[in-house]
């Protein structure tokens, strides 16, 4: 597999973001929430998430340029979970402008999160990983195989009930699965949808399965 970055220096052509960069992010993230996003948005909430990454207060944000205007972007929190006080990097997003998809910016900020993980670790002495997760209705399965490629897959994430957003989506996604457990006529049904497909074989590859996701 391709080397993307060195541990001085991360993925070439993908930088922390400045002050300077902010009103840019917030735009490439107001396309992200139009785009993706379940629930309502708070922007004052979201230039503050800007900023405490920007400031340097616990957050970072990466982003890619091109023709001197951000195209892509990466944001990450330091988290923990409610039983440790172990921390990890979260990634809050991993998106790309519409115009550029046809790249590898989505790729390049996920090895800026793995080099970023790595860089953590070494200068606290102490792993600190790198975790992400993908709740989307839109090109699931491509982002799942995308990640699957780079990162063992702990899992699924699975919601109940509409969100204030995308709610026909999630009406249609619910009919379907009721069609499906209807056809089967069985409460041991195996059948699911194939986004969840995808995720099954891709975890196979963990517990000595095979993988035939390409």
Known sequence: MKQWYTLKSGVEGVRPAEKKDEHEIFVLLCLLHAENGLFGMNREKVIKGIQYATERQGGIIFVIEKDKHIVASMGMSL???????????LERWNYV???????????????????????????????IPYMCGINSFYRTEAKIRMYARHMPCLG??????????????????????EEQNRKANSAHNREVRPAVETLLRVGQRGNGGVDHVR
């Open 97 to 127: 402008h519409p115009d550029h998809r046809q790249s590898d910016y989505a790729r390049m900020l996920l090895e800026q999160g793995k080099w970023a993980s790595e860089w953590f670790s070494r200068e606290n002495n102490k792993p």
């Open 79 to 89: 988290a923990c979970e409610w039983y440790s006080d172990d921390e990890y990097l």
């Open 156 to 177: 699924a994430f699975f919601m109940y009930g509409l969100a204030p957003r995308q709610r026909e989506e999630i009406r249609r996604e619910m009919a379907a699965i």
